[in-house]
């Protein structure tokens, strides 16, 4: 799939955004005053920033409102909804750490707890599609929820919680991406499935229109294996291998911070990758084999 800076930046900084408010919520650490200040203004500028770049991928960005109403089947509204609720509760902790120098455990926790399911709402909004089967796996989710609490640990200086989760990061996005190299042979979709036409091999003759469509520019983008394997070296090495050495060398307040910003440069390009190795099943109706 075509990846749009917009959901790339979205996922991307709101995860680690959200990962920081379940890390403050959850009292590692619990700062007061100016240290509360500093911490809880960068993951609401992250979280928030996120979510707004999120509307500039909308057609109409007037249409993100009608995000909220379609909580019973939709993914997306329930992210909405999740986001908005982790976002006030933790509000309140915030307010009273910063001005009141005094920590509310049950707002921290619970804002903890509706940042982590924000997260996992929005994996689900890629893990529930069929149509792409390189994310229809409880690992995406998985993925995402491991990716933002890295991100969190680091900038909140938590280098123990930071390790374990970089570490468990790494396992789940090589565990990623072997089952999503098999995922769409696995899937059973062919030539014949998407054209409905029953038989064995069916090969495109001609093409369905004779000009480029909004499927054919979002939907059927393809990247070189050679240039994926690239970087995928990059994403592993940026968001993993390289954090990990700044922490072995220093576990002081700026090398985690500066692990964070290495880990979210490394971010980017995998979850870049995440979008543009996804193959859409619709790319078979236009003789584009997996």
Request: glycine share 8%.
């Amino acid at each position: 799939m075509n990846p749009a800076p917009s959901v790339i930046l979205f996922t991307v900084a709101s995860g680690a955004g959200f990962g920081m408010l379940a890390m403050l919520g959850a009292g590692m650490p619990s700062p007061t005053g100016w240290a509360a200040f500093l911490l809880f203004s960068l993951a609401y500028l992250l979280a928030v920033g996120g979510l707004a770049a999120s509307a500039f991928h909308l057609a109409n960005p007037k249409n993100a409102v009608k995000a909220f109403s379609q909580w019973r089947s939709s993914w997306l509204s329930r992210e909405a909804i999740l986001a908005i609720a982790a976002l006030l509760v933790s509000a309140v902790n915030a307010f009273s750490s910063v001005f009141f120098e005094t920590v509310l455990p049950v707002f921290g926790w619970v804002g903890s707890l509706l940042s982590i399911g924000t997260v996992l709402a929005t994996g689900m909004i890629y893990a529930q599609l069929r149509a792409v089967p390189r994310w229809n796996s409880p690992l995406t989710p998985a993925l995402f929820l491991a990716a933002s609490l890295s991100a969190g640990a680091l900038l909140t200086g938590q280098p123990i919680f930071a390790v374990f989760g970089l570490l468990m990061y790494a396992a789940l996005q090589l565990a990623v991406w072997v089952h999503g190299d098999e995922a769409f042979p696995r899937s059973g979709s062919t030539s014949s499935t998407a054209t409905g036409i029953e038989a064995e091999h069916v090969s495109l003759f001609e093409a369905p229109h004779t000009g480029s469509n909004y499927l054919l520019k979002e939907m059927v983008f393809r990247i070189g294996r050679k240039h994926a394997s690239r970087l995928r070296v990059i994403a592993l090495s940026a968001a993993i291998a390289i954090p990990l050495i700044i922490l072995f060398i220093s576990t002081s307040l700026p090398a985690l911070f500066l692990a964070g910003i290495v880990h979210l440069c490394g971010m980017v390009v995998a979850r870049w990758l995440f979008f543009a190795e996804a193959e859409h099943v619709v790319g078979l109706y236009y003789g584009r084999n997996a």
